[in-house]
């Protein structure tokens, strides 16, 4: 495996693989989007007022908050042609702020855990905030998906999208560096959902910015997600301690929960006993992508809902898929549709680089210097 950040290749090559390669989604609707509306969604606590952006092409429906950047909704049509709201999240900005366990947002400036909020670069000791337990979680105690970002509406083409823009001064969590960062949001004419991250830094930092929808492809607020067919593309993953901080070991995954290579249901193997989904309280780990870091994105994992025929596939340039099965949703949290969700009632697939890496020379490299652009995509195609 390539252990050394290569600068993706993205634009018209990502575009065209998500036309190409990933297949058409739903190609047979609308091949021209809407134009993106904003809306009024509400006010934080300190006055800040949050918009609403809705987006429409090619039979999906997006809606994200600039607040976090978050997708508080996205709507695909089942077999039958009838959509429902696929992704968990909230009606009122009040909760996404209160209550959140990062419900949909942009994640960063580093996504997943560090070891005690600490690393060192170039010599120098950084402490980062810990705002889980001893460890850094998502970027600290307010990561990027705890901020307003700026955000400029575009339409390309047949495809339309969102620019979002958000700057983190040095110092900002105990990170080094001002990072500037730009992503953008890109719905297809075929109904693909495509992340592009940009960022650049004017000091050595690390960088891991992912998303962290959680899934439900029956619809959301509908039960669990343990019928869910999940198939990735990985013969290891990374095994965590006690504080879901990797160990160091790329364990094979042959023989073990863990294997998905083939396919199948998340709740065949998901209460087997094993002690790494015993400390998750079910699956919440990394998979080492076989094909490693690539130059455009490449496909890495297939989720499929029996019930409803809704497909996601994923393709990223990405080395690493976080997926978390959703163990910490207690009940305690209302959704958009008026539905509590609980323990399993969706789950996450976030492309990343590898939780603590910066404590992992064997890993991956997630640093970012000054003249050197961070860039990655993420294609999300949907399908019945």
Not at 281 to 310: F, M, Q
Not at 320 to 335: A, I, K, P, R, V
């Amino acid at each position: 495996m390539e252990l050394n950040r290569r600068t993706v290749i993205a634009g018209a090559a990502a575009a065209g693989l998500a036309a190409t390669t990933l297949g058409t989604g739903s190609a047979q609707a609308a091949a021209s989007g809407r134009k993106p509306v904003r809306e009024p969604f509400g006010t934080l606590t300190d006055g800040t007022k949050v918009h609403r952006w809705s987006l429409e092409n090619g039979g999906t429906r997006l809606k994200v908050l600039s607040y976090g950047g978050i997708v508080q909704s996205l709507q695909t049509p089942d077999r039958h042609g009838r959509h429902a709201d696929i992704v968990a999240g909230f009606d009122d900005i009040a909760d996404y702020e209160a209550k959140s366990p990062y419900f949909g947002a942009l994640i960063g400036r580093y996504g997943n855990r560090i070891g005690k909020g600490r690393f060192t670069l170039d010599g120098t000791s950084h402490q980062l905030s810990v705002n889980d337990g001893v460890n850094h979680l998502h970027g600290g105690a307010k990561g990027f998906d705890k901020h307003v970002w700026d955000v400029e509406p575009f339409t390309e083409g047949s495809d339309v999208g969102l620019h979002l823009h958000y700057t983190s001064v040095d110092g900002e969590m105990g990170y080094p560096g001002t990072l500037r960062t730009k992503v953008t949001y890109t719905l297809t004419r075929h109904g693909d959902w495509r992340i592009t991250y940009e960022a650049t830094t004017d000091r050595a930092t690390i960088v891991n910015l992912t998303s962290h929808v959680y899934w439900n492809l029956a619809g959301e607020g509908s039960g669990t997600i343990e019928d869910h067919e999940l198939t990735i593309a990985a013969s290891r993953y990374t095994p965590t301690d006690s504080g879901l901080i990797p160990t160091g070991e790329l364990a094979g995954v042959a023989g073990t929960p863990f294997d998905f290579r083939r396919g199948k249901p998340i709740g065949r193997d998901l209460r087997a006993g094993h002690e790494q989904q015993v400390q998750a309280k079910g699956y919440d780990h990394n998979w080492v992508l076989d094909k490693g870091i690539t130059a455009r994105p490449e496909h890495i994992a297939t989720l499929r809902d029996p019930r409803s025929g809704r497909t996601l596939r994923i393709a990223t340039d990405q080395p690493g898929l976080q997926f978390y099965s959703g163990n910490f949703l207690d009940g305690t949290l209302t959704g958009t549709g008026g539905r509590t969700y609980r323990q399993g009632d969706a789950l996450c697939l976030e492309t990343q680089h590898f939780p603590d890496s910066p404590n992992h020379p064997h890993f991956p490299s997630t640093v970012l210097r000054p003249g050197q652009p961070y860039r990655t995509t993420t294609i999300h195609t949907f399908g019945a």
